[in-house]
């Protein structure tokens, strides 16, 4: 892939289904975003986050009518329930999309329209299997044990149906994907995208007849649009298509990262591609799709109540807490187990004895040595040796971040940590304060502030409070929207003279019986 250009940085989250209230894997994808999101605007990027709920089709409407709740009040409520996820986890998307909002309904019918106008769409009728669950239609061979890979269960539908002629841009998926062969990752995924395509597509079903939420095709309203057609289009519409001028359409598109579970890689990796082609639109940039969540090893469901609550782990344990852990506890892609005695181990290990200790013993050893005041000091060797560290550790993280290899890129900013508290140790500036050799002390301390001060801007995307609250303390302005990384590792950055502030415990230790 050609490197990201000059224009803006488009990063979006699935919408998500309104059916449920938001779980720990909605929240994942969300803060996973939002740290892309956060690093991009680091660097100096115009950033585009758009994250939403996705409100049609015949699973939203089931629910509503199960719970007896008018279907526009029923979407109406739930969507505030992951706009509050979003304020919780402290996201900063740019924009939070509804599909059942007239605007983005208006551009469904529109993409309609183009693919129509383009040849791209046939009425014909549909019969096979269909999952109301993952909202997909499956040919008799997917089927495992009569039902759907995933495991749901499916419905044999016959009715009227639109299709897109999405077969005859089989072979031109296929020269997408191999001249993009960073398309999709992880690779093993995009393997499995490339062998699909391979086997052959058989054209998609686009319009649905028997239900009625949703948007009307355009010219023939007994027809609803296959929820997932409207719901790609979000990726459009919320950059104003269909006005192509707009300038959101014309800084943002294409997106950059759409950042999906695997679930539904082959929605983002097959057809979205097909569709955006049909209508002579450019294609998205990555499609990164993250693996799944399992709670203490079992799946997560609502029959097992072991469903993992965003809010009740932000007060158990706080929000950047539950950040961190969720970014660095397994490498993006791969499947991960959501355990709270994991997440209470490393935050203990990583958050509280290894960078909160660091942060605590430099600020408290700076405020009683030097009355809090930032020295003036020369380095020797032994801090451009630490230097060094730190810039290959930083160049490491710019590498995996800008990936969105969370994992990996924490992981450097971790070494950081680790190689000062190493630096402490060895120089003992405890020793140098009693042994009365004030350059030593001074010089240590306005080492280790200047590293917390890097190590914090670093660790800003994934914690941003706590980020926030030692910079502040150490009087650097960093907000949500505007900073950047220019700059940021020259050791000398911080004011000498200034006064550093005081700063509370900021990653407590965790008893394990809170668990
Ligand atoms: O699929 N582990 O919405 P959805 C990790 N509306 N991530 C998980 C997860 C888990 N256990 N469970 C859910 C839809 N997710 C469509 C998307 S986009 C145009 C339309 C995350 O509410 C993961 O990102 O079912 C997954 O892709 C998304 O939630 C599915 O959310």
């Known amino acids: ?11 979006t989250t699935p919408i998500y289904y309104v059916n449920d209230v938001p779980h720990v894997g909605h929240a994942y994808t969300s803060i996973a975003c939002d740290a892309l999101s956060r690093f991009y605007r680091l660097k100096d990027k115009e950033v585009f986050f758009l994250t939403g709920t996705d409100e049609h089709g015949q699973k939203i409407e089931q629910a509503a009518k199960n719970r007896n709740i008018p279907i526009q009040d029923f979407v109406d409520g739930m969507s505030k329930n992951f706009q509050a996820m979003s304020n919780n986890l402290n996201l900063t998307n740019d924009h939070f999309i509804r599909t059942s909002s007239s605007k983005h309904k208006a551009g469904v019918q529109k993409f309609w329209e183009i693919l129509n106008n383009n040849n791209q769409i046939y009425l014909d009728k549909y019969s096979g299997w269909y999952s109301v669950r993952d909202e997909a239609f499956y040919s008799e061979d997917e089927l495992v044990d009569s039902k759907a890979p995933s495991g749901s269960p499916v419905e044999w539908v016959e009715e009227s149906s639109y299709f897109f002629k ?3 841009w089989e072979s031109k998926l296929l020269d997408f994907y191999e ?7 992880p690779k093993s995924r995009f393997n499995e995208v490339i062998s699909f395509v391979k086997q052959g597509l058989k054209d998609l079903s686009i319009s649905r007849t028997s239900f009625s939420w949703g948007v009307k095709v355009p010219d023939d309203d007994r027809h609803i649009v296959y929820v997932w057609i409207d719901a790609l289009t979000n990726y459009l519409t919320a950059l104003e298509f269909p006005n192509l001028n707009s300038d959101n359409i014309r800084k943002f598109w294409p997106a950059d990262f759409h950042i999906v579970g695997k679930d539904i890689l082959r929605f983002h990796a097959i057809y979205w591609p097909a569709l955006l082609m049909a209508a002579e639109l450019p294609l998205p940039k990555k499609i990164i799709a993250h693996g799944w969540w399992t709670v203490e090893k079992e799946k997560m469901s609502k029959s097992l ?10 007060s158990k344990y706080g929000l950047d807490q539950f950040r961190y852990f969720l ?19 490393r935050v203990n290990s990583e958050l509280a004895n290894n960078y909160g200790n660091l942060v605590n013993r430099v600020f408290s050893m700076t405020m009683k040595n030097l009355n809090g005041i930032v020295p003036e000091v020369e380095i020797t060797e032994r801090e451009s040796d630490l230097i060094k560290i730190s810039d290959e550790k930083i160049s490491d993280y710019m590498v995996q971040f800008k990936i969105a290899e969370f994992s990996k890129a924490i992981s450097s900013a971790m070494d950081i940590v680790s190689s000062t508290n190493k630096y402490i140790d060895e120089t ?17 301390l306005r080492t280790s502030l200047e590293m917390i001060r890097l190590i914090s801007i670093l660790l800003f995307p994934i914690m941003p409070d706590s980020s926030k609250k030692i910079l502040n ?12 990384f220019s700059g940021f590792n020259k050791i000398e950055s911080l004011l000498p003279g200034a006064t550093i502030k005081k700063l509370d415990l900021l990653f407590n230790k965790i008893d394990k019986t809170e668990g």
């Not at 001249?179 to 990752?185: K, Q």
């Open 1 to 11: 892939m050609t490197e990201i250009d000059q224009k803006g940085i488009y990063i």
């Open 166 to 168: 999405l077969s005859s």
């Open 179 to 185: 001249n993009n062969p960073d398309f999709v990752t």
């Open 305 to 314: 109540g072991n469903v993992i609550d965003p809010d009740d782990m932000i």
């Open 327 to 345: 970014l660095k506890e397994v490498p993006f892609g791969n499947d991960g187990d959501f355990s709270q005695n994991s997440l209470i181990a």
């Open 428 to 444: 003992q500036p405890w020793k140098l304060a009693k042994d009365n050799d004030h350059e030593g002390l001074k010089r240590v």
């Open 473 to 484: 303390a150490l009087n650097i302005k960093i907000d949500d929207k505007s900073n950047s």
